[in-house]
């Protein structure tokens, strides 16, 4: 029985873990998710920690994920899962080699942001899905995000749970012994909670005032049909934005809504490529002129004679037409990439639903619409630190993020997904667009507020002022090696661990 006391906290603490990511709002499970594997880790052999990792890992991404394999079955599903539970396997090692090092609450938390890091980058580009500041977008840890983004919130949320498992292992020790609590040195731990609290009573780096407002518009068009046919019926999901745009215009030349000085369509809300198809143009041209305001439409372009597509984010301005685009940067392997294609072709046969990869662009300049610069981080990028913090730097004053979820269904990806975006909101302190296809739009102040938002699977049109920013934060300016920072610290706190388990074996050989 005592030896699956571990087992079973660990399985436990990584479907807590699960509970406390959106749709959820009970962020503050991730304290007890966590401590349910840190416990048992102190003092632990590396073994144990391996499974012990494993163990919760596994039971947090399973649920986590199951959007994965929400059209093309559970194979891919399973075997993403299986990969990323090699990396909490591996923290899970390496929390017990850091356990018993003095400071250990800091290192337990270096070592987390360090394996973070890691899976946010390997293989294939990575995959930063279930980081823990993720989940924390309902919680008082928000404000963190301005000061050291998502690395930060991470490492505040470890500092918590090793604080809370050290006061579970004393007071069980205490009435095993039938004695009064002894917290001794470890007390002082609970004292780093006071981080986040100090941030939240006003610590954080201030926001810098609006240099100027604008509205912005969000247009939902919704589309025919779940899944990987999304778009099978032609220019279906071009119709439908189509319509809902000419009732915007409508609805503004009634005056039952502002006219917005900005239009996002989500991406591929065009299924036609306007850039090759004049009549597609000349359509879309037309209710970006009703409206009269600069539209960003997300589309696939096929440029002949490239060896694949582009998912690009075109800047239409009215009367005008084409003035600019930006060009996917981050594309999601397995889907607009394919890995092992010859390999797995003799899997599956959806491999070469794709035939091509697509282009990935370079440049992380805003789009310069005339009221003003605005970054475009499309879907899948909203995963990456630098990703959205590159186009930050490169002068947005506003972001938009088109997306595209009706591929993955009715799940809790999408409420995900625009978790993520009120955590880039803040951490670069930016009003924030989110424009999906199908569900879920927002509009997002900087400080993460979501002002309107759309259901799932429906049309809707959003219209709010936000303001236009060209402050720097802190994670903005500093972002990269504040991660680089902890991480580099977890990775001298396991190797200093492994040189002191080292000399004892090495003192008993030679007496």
Same mark, same amino acid.
């Given at each position: ?33 966590? !401590? ?38 559970? *194979? ?55 980081? #823990? ?52 040195? /470890? ?10 609290? !100090? ?35 032609? /220019? ?17 030349? /009634? ?65 005008? *037409? ?65 990703? $959205?913090?590159?186009?930050? /730097? ?28 009120? $955590? ?53 300016? #500093? ?14 706190? $396991?190797?200093?661990?492994? $040189? ?12």
């Amino acid at each position: 029985m005592r030896r699956l006391v571990g087992p079973v906290c660990a399985a436990s603490g990584g479907l807590f873990l699960y509970l406390s990511f959106p749709p959820r709002t009970s962020w503050w499970l991730a304290l007890p998710a966590l !401590a349910l594997l840190i416990g048992p880790l102190y003092g632990a052999r590396v073994r144990s920690g391996l499974l012990l990792g494993g163990i919760f890992g596994a039971t947090f991404l399973l649920p986590l994920l199951e959007w994965t394999g929400s059209f093309v079955g559970a *194979g891919p599903w399973l075997a993403l899962v299986g990969l990323q539970t090699v990396f909490f396997a591996a923290a899970g090692a390496a929390l017990t080699l850091v356990s018993r090092l003095p400071g250990a609450w800091l290192w337990t938390a270096t070592v987390w942001v360090a394996v973070e890091a890691v899976r946010a980058r390997i293989p294939f580009g990575g995959f930063g899905w279930g980081r #823990l500041a993720f989940g924390q977008a309902d919680g008082p840890l928000l404000p963190l995000a301005a000061l050291g983004g998502a690395p930060l919130m991470s490492a505040s949320v470890v500092i918590g749970a090793t604080a809370l498992a050290a006061a579970a292992r004393c007071t069980m020790a205490a009435v095993r012994d039938r004695r009064l609590p002894d917290l001794g040195l /470890r007390w002082p731990a609970f004292l780093v909670v006071l981080i986040p609290i !100090a941030a939240v009573l006003g610590f954080a780096h201030p926001p810098a005032p609006a240099s100027d407002t604008v509205t912005v518009a969000v247009v939902q068009g919704n589309v025919p049909r779940l899944g990987l046919d999304f778009a099978a019926q032609r /220019r279906a999901v071009l119709d439908n934005h189509l319509a809902q745009t000419r009732l915007l215009a409508d609805k503004a030349d /009634r005056g039952e809504t502002p006219r917005p000085d900005l239009m996002i369509w989500p991406e591929n809300a065009s299924d036609l490529d306007p850039v090759h198809d004049p009549a597609v143009a000349a359509e879309i041209q037309s209710v970006v002129d009703a409206v009269g305001s600069p539209t960003v439409v997300g589309t696939v372009v096929r440029d002949p004679g490239a060896s694949g597509p582009r998912n690009v984010a075109l800047l239409i301005e009215p009367g005008v *037409g084409i003035v600019d685009d930006y060009d996917k940067r981050r594309l999601q392997p397995f889907g607009e990439t394919m890995p092992l294609r010859e390999l797995l072709r003799a899997l599956t046969p959806l491999v070469d639903r794709a035939p091509a990869d697509f282009l990935p662009g370079t440049d992380p300049a805003p789009l310069e619409t005339s009221v003003g610069p605005v970054g475009v981080v499309t879907c899948y990028e909203v995963l990456f630190d630098d990703a $959205v913090r590159d186009t930050v /730097r490169a002068g947005a004053e506003i972001l938009a993020v088109p997306s595209n979820n009706a591929t993955f269904g009715i799940s809790d990806m999408t409420h995900q997904a625009l978790a993520m975006s009120r $955590v880039r909101a803040v951490e670069h302190d930016r009003a924030t667009a989110v424009a999906a296809t199908s569900g879920i739009s927002a509009l997002i102040a900087p400080d993460g507020t979501v002002i309107a938002r759309t259901g799932s699977f429906e049309p809707g049109l959003l219209v709010a002022e936000l303001p236009l920013k060209t402050g720097t934060t802190a994670a903005t300016a #500093l972002g990269g090696p504040i991660e680089l920072t902890l991480t580099g610290l977890g990775a001298t706190a $396991v190797l200093g661990s492994l $040189v002191l388990r080292s000399r004892p074996a090495r003192q008993e050989k030679s007496s």
